[in-house]
């Protein structure tokens, strides 16, 4: 499976972006989706995470009420709503296929990576 990210830009504090992770390859349906964020000089860390079949999902505390994540398996397509942005939310956003039907937050649970796509939020 090839996962391939797009939407990252520079935006404003308080703005909104929605970031898109294609698939390719054999069906991401059977896998839990995710995103996770790397700033520079910190871990990667898990942001929102969504179930094989839409029905559940995972956010970290700091994007909770803030970000959305979907998937549309019928495109192949996973996306990420990212509203009222902050400094904070500058990172590397990276999309993961994960080894489960329900989202982990744990690093080791993801079976493919994306290349990544850069977001940068201005104060």
């Known amino acids: 499976v090839q996962l391939v990210e797009s939407g990252g830009e520079l935006v404003q504090a308080g703005g909104s972006l929605r970031l898109s992770c294609a698939a390719f390859g054999r069906t991401p349906s059977i896998y839990a989706m995710a995103w996770f964020r790397q700033a520079p000089g910190k871990e990667r860390e898990f942001v929102a995470g969504i179930s094989w079949s839409g029905d559940s999902t995972d956010y970290a505390d700091s994007v909770k009420g803030r970000f959305s994540i979907s998937r549309d398996n019928a495109k192949n397509t996973v996306y990420l709503q990212m509203n009222v942005l902050e400094p904070e939310d500058t990172a590397v956003y990276y999309c993961?296929?994960?080894?489960?039907?329900?989202?982990?937050?744990?690093?080791?649970?993801?079976?493919?990576w994306g290349q990544g796509t850069q977001v940068t939020v201005s104060s």
């Open positions: 993961a296929a994960q080894n489960a039907r329900v989202p982990s937050r744990d690093l080791s649970s993801v079976r493919f």
